[in-house]
């Protein structure tokens, strides 16, 4: 490493070049396509030619970006300096470089802080001023886990920046490398990084959750793209843009940063390890988050940005889908299917095709005929239903459509940039009014001759709730949904910018185009100098399905007066305060299984913890192996939803004759025994800001082999979930770090509890697993709560109690249990809840009720209470000081006993208390007693292999 900081000293201090630079310490200075040494050198870079064809042969060499003017001064959050621009050329001609640039260095807490880079003369886009609930800091902070230092080493040279962990001085950030940009239309910035365990930003589809720093670049800016491999050479931009990332440093300690900026960007990872950030406007407003390990950087990014909304209970259930049922009669078929091969079905969805010619607020009235009177009936039977709502209103209709009339007289509408007194015109799903379409058309064909002029709604407009919000209280009069699921919003068009494409604009030809998919920024979408929100879509393009997510939350809960879910497709920083996600329009393919691992870590890191993958995949036709092995995987996923597309065959769990029905049943039964577990990770979330799906580092970072695993998942600190991903596979290779685990199989009881061998220790074990199976394994030191499994929520809610007490290598265990009634809007802000604990420690499971502010009807008992890793069974229990030794079960060897019979309320406190042999006497002997038999097992493993004589 002596080469490379040799290396970034020289790009200080002189433009002299005294040896061949090596990859790793460039830093691209020509990003755009054409590079060539003419045009690099005109920007006052380096061109060098290089053997790795990712690498730059343009980088930053002489002093190039802004030096520091005058004196560092004091502000009421930190402190404040002044950058002029160095004496370079400016890289864009038509995109001038901004010369004073202002860096506040904010102390907002003592693990967070606040770099931003501003013009303090011009007024530019902040995301900020469109984010009220983001909280303010109101003064510096009194003691900080961070320094904050700026170096310059002469007033010709480039300022750096540099944020160092106090404690370890780990550079977090080191802003020495140069090229800070700052112009009208480009701004760029480079530090170094502390490690190249780097996580987050999105939304990507990837190989890995962890990102490889081998010269990747991703594009950021919400576009209407389904998953998939780059698209000529193009990492693909999806539905969301999340500029976050999460950075663990080689101890273990961790970090996460947020680039509050909201225009189309780029983040260029290299393996020097470092990082550049490009985008096209806005400021560079950067907060980051210090952390203890990754789970803290979460908890830290989501009380910033809004903690997840809690969902209702039911919307934890299975859920169904398909675009393209078409007609109410498929639907009350699919949904008497699955209750006649009684598999858990809590949601039923309606996609467009319930709309009369896919326009909001209308039902099909001829193929959907009775669907209000359907939907009324299932919700008597304990279902939920959810509809889909599209953003683009159409505007071609012979008759009055009131969703488009009322617009206009409240002039909701985006506007056309270049006649403001117009709206943009554009089209997407509603069809022209009295046209045959037909279904084997072209695309192009159809959108042409069937798709209606569309406009589009500002959901920035002082008046939307007056307009999106007053027509879902209509709708409800006549269709009595219970969640929203928001489309289409990032938002799509089915033209290019607009039905008359768009003008020769700065905006919509900017000098510098990030890596996104295009040709042109305004693909798939509107032009960008169209306006809303008081500003140009160039710069709030990618807040427009985050903008949408608020108003339909209100709307719904004032409807319903109960919470409901609403979930989206076009995501921004702090959209989980409002609703949920799907991974958007994946497809049927076996790899997809993996990535959609990936992408519920990425959206945990987002604060987005309501998420899931299509089941069974969108796109094409799923096959039955592939859905079975799907419907175990999504059976773990916080939002299980199976659904496809108009073209797809069916694939809902009960199709090919009810092949795969036994395993979805199996797998649905054992979610649903868990869901009292799964909700209470959820009120952690929503209190907390933990993570519910979460990466096995988040609980083991001292192990370092489970910083690359993404193939496994957990569920909050005590669930591990270690999928078959791989077609044909019958077994699974699962990685176990150190603790004692336990097995939980919904197929095969009498495995359950059984401790995993030879798990103790940190080590990847194959597992068998065939087609009727997914490994579930329990860590010790927990206690689980767990219900009896039906058919919908309603009636799960009402089944009895139980507990599984997994104990660790003390004998230790504890948990908790959140109970409300699933549904009301702020259970926890009005103490409506039940917040029970459990805790086992020296033989002894304690059960406390820490808050009853909520009685369920009717009361709830515990019935069952299972004990895994046990050394022995004891001689005696007691519950309350009751004998309840004639309760007592064994279960599969000497490790695992069960109480049964039980009727303990969970209104209620209770101990329940067991001896062990004498030899056994308590957790803390066993505790004790381990290590040694551990000792003398592996001398005899040692003296059993000495000379290769074998020793008794």
């Known amino acids: 490493m002596a080469s490379f900081y040799l290396a970034v000293l020289l790009i200080a201090l002189t433009p002299c070049r005294l040896e061949a630079v090596e990859d790793i310490v460039r830093f691209d200075c020509y990003p755009d396509d054409g590079a060539t040494q003419q045009l690099c050198e005109a920007r006052g870079c380096a061109w060098e030619e290089t053997q790795n064809p990712k690498a730059p042969k343009c980088f930053y060499w002489a002093p190039y970006g802004y030096r520091m003017d005058g004196n560092i001064r004091d502000t009421a959050l930190g402190s404040s300096v002044t950058l002029r621009r160095l004496n370079t050329p400016a890289r864009y001609v038509n995109s001038a470089d901004v010369d004073p640039v202002t860096l506040d260095v904010e102390m907002h807490t003592a693990k967070r802080l606040r770099i931003k880079f501003y013009d303090g003369d011009n007024q530019r886009f902040e995301v900020r001023d469109k984010m009220p609930h983001i909280p303010a800091a109101t003064g510096k902070a009194p003691s900080q886990e961070y320094i904050v230092s700026f170096r310059q080493s002469g007033p010709t040279s480039a300022f750096a920046l540099r944020v160092t962990r106090t404690a370890t001085r780990a550079a977090l950030w080191d802003t020495s490398v140069g090229g800070l940009t700052f112009s009208d239309q480009f701004l760029q910035i480079s530090t170094k990084l502390p490690s190249s365990y780097v996580y987050g930003f999105g939304e990507h589809e990837r190989d890995n959750y962890r990102h490889n720093m081998d010269w990747r670049t991703w594009g950021m800016f919400t576009r209407d793209e389904a998953p998939g491999p780059p698209s000529n050479g193009v990492n693909k931009n999806l539905y969301g843009m999340h500029p976050f990332y999460l950075c663990v440093e080689d101890d273990g300690k961790a970090h996460g940063v947020l680039l509050l900026n909201s225009n189309a960007m780029e983040v260029a990872l290299q393996p020097t390890p470092a990082m550049?950030?490009?985008?096209?406007?806005?400021?560079?407003?950067?907060?980051?988050?210090?952390?203890?390990?990754p789970e803290d950087v979460v908890r830290q990014y989501t009380e910033f940005v809004g903690r997840p909304f809690m969902p209702p209970y039911w919307g934890l259930g299975f859920q169904l889908c398909k675009w393209g049922y078409g007609s109410l009669?498929?639907?009350k078929d699919v949904v008497k299917e699955m209750q006649d091969f009684n598999i858990p079905h809590d949601v039923q969805y309606g996609d467009i095709d319930y709309m009369e010619r896919q326009m909001d607020f209308t039902i099909d009235p001829v193929n959907y005929q009775g669907l209000p009177e359907f939907v009324d009936q299932i919700r008597r039977d304990g279902m939920r239903y959810v509809i889909i709502l599209d953003p683009a209103i159409t505007t071609n209709e012979t008759e009055p459509y009131p969703p488009y009339t009322n617009g206009t007289e409240l002039d909701v509408w985006i506007k056309n940039g270049d006649d403001t007194s117009q709206p943009l015109i554009g089209k997407v799903w509603p069809y022209y009014p009295g046209v045959t379409v037909d279904p084997d058309a072209e695309w192009d064909y159809k959108v042409e001759n069937y798709n209606a002029y569309s406009v589009f709604p500002d959901y920035f407009h002082a008046d939307i709730d007056r307009w999106w919000g007053n027509f879902i209280k209509d709708f409800y009069n006549t269709l009595k949904f219970d969640g929203l699921w928001i489309d289409m919003n990032e938002p799509t068009n089915f033209v290019h910018g607009s039905v008359n494409g768009c003008s020769n604009n700065k905006w919509d030809n900017p000098p510098y185009l990030p890596k996104i998919l295009g040709p042109n920024i305004y693909s798939k979408t509107l032009c960008m100098n169209s306006e809303h929100g008081g500003t140009k879509h160039y710069n709030t393009h990618s807040l427009y399905g985050w903008s949408q997510a608020e108003p339909t939350q209100k709307a719904l809960r004032e409807v319903t007066g109960k919470r409901g879910i609403v979930f989206g497709r076009s995501t921004f920083p702090s959209a989980g305060h409002f609703e949920g996600h799907w991974l958007g329009d994946n497809t049927a393919k076996w790899d997809h299984l993996h990535k959609s691992i990936i992408g519920m870590l990425d959206f945990g890191l987002f604060g987005m913890p309501y998420v899931g993958a299509d089941i069974c995949g969108f796109f094409f036709d799923s096959q039955p192996d592939l859905c079975q092995r799907w419907m175990e995987l999504g059976a773990y996923y916080p939002f299980s939803r199976n659904h496809n597309w108009v073209?797809?065959?069916?694939?809902?769990?009960?199709?090919?004759?009810?092949?795969?029905?036994?395993?979805?049943?199996?797998?649905?039964?054992?979610?649903y025994t868990f869901l009292p577990y799964l909700y209470t990770l959820f009120y952690q979330a929503?209190?907390?800001?933990?993570?519910?799906?979460?990466?096995?580092?988040?609980?083991?970072?001292?192990?370092?082999?489970?910083?690359?695993?993404?193939?496994?998942?957990?569920?909050?600190?005590?669930?591990?979930?270690?999928?078959?991903?791989?077609?044909?596979?019958?077994?699974?290779?699962?990685?176990?770090?150190?603790?004692?685990?336990?097995?939980?199989?919904s197929v095969n009881s009498e495995r359950q509890g059984r401790e995993v061998a030879d798990a103790g220790q940190g080590r990847s074990l194959s597992l068998p697993c065939d087609m009727d199976c997914i490994p579930v394994h329990i860590r010790g030191g927990h206690v689980i709560p767990t219900q009896g499994h039906a058919n919908t929520t309603?009636?799960?809610?009402?089944?009895?109690?139980?507990?599984?007490?997994?104990?660790?290598?003390?004998?230790?265990?504890?948990?908790?249990?959140?109970?409300?009634?699933?549904?009301d809007i702020d259970t926890v802000g009005s103490n409506s809840?039940?917040?029970?604990?459990?805790?086992?420690?020296?033989?002894?499971?304690?059960?406390?009720?820490?808050?009853?502010?909520?009685?369920?009807?009717?009361?709830l008992h515990y019935e069952t209470i299972q004990v895994f890793g046990s050394p022995a069974m004891p001689t005696d229990v007691t519950v309350n000081g009751q004998n309840a030794m004639d309760n007592i079960v064994k279960k599969t060897a000497d490790k695992v006993w069960h109480l049964e019979g039980l009727s303990l309320s969970m209104a209620e406190d209770h101990k329940i208390t067991w001896t062990l042999p004498d030899n056994n006497a308590s957790g803390a002997e066993v505790s004790r007693a381990r290590p040694v038999?551990?000792?003398?097992?592996?001398?005899?493993?040692?003296l059993a292999n000495v000379n290769g004589h074998v020793f008794t």
Do not use: C, N
């Open 933 to 942: 038999a551990l000792l003398l097992a592996a001398m005899a493993v040692v």
């Open 329 to 331: 009669d498929v639907v």
């Open 686 to 745: 929503h209190t907390q800001g933990s993570t519910v799906v979460r990466s096995l580092m988040h609980e083991f970072i001292e192990d370092k082999h489970t910083w690359s695993i993404d193939r496994q998942f957990l569920w909050g600190p005590a669930l591990l979930i270690s999928p078959v991903l791989d077609q044909g596979a019958m077994d699974v290779t699962a990685y176990f770090p150190k603790a004692r685990w336990y097995d939980y199989y």
């Open 276 to 293: 550049t950030f490009r985008t096209i406007g806005g400021v560079l407003d950067f907060y980051m988050f210090l952390g203890d390990g």
């Open 794 to 823: 309603v009636y799960s809610r009402r089944k009895p109690l139980g507990l599984i007490v997994a104990l660790d290598e003390a004998g230790e265990a504890s948990g908790s249990l959140f109970w409300d009634d699933g549904e």
């Open 647 to 671: 073209l797809g065959a069916p694939q809902h769990p009960t199709h090919w004759d009810g092949a795969i029905a036994d395993a979805a049943r199996d797998s649905l039964q054992t979610r």
């Open 833 to 859: 809840y039940r917040m029970i604990t459990f805790s086992v420690t020296a033989t002894t499971l304690d059960i406390t009720v820490e808050r009853d502010g909520y009685t369920p009807d009717p009361e």
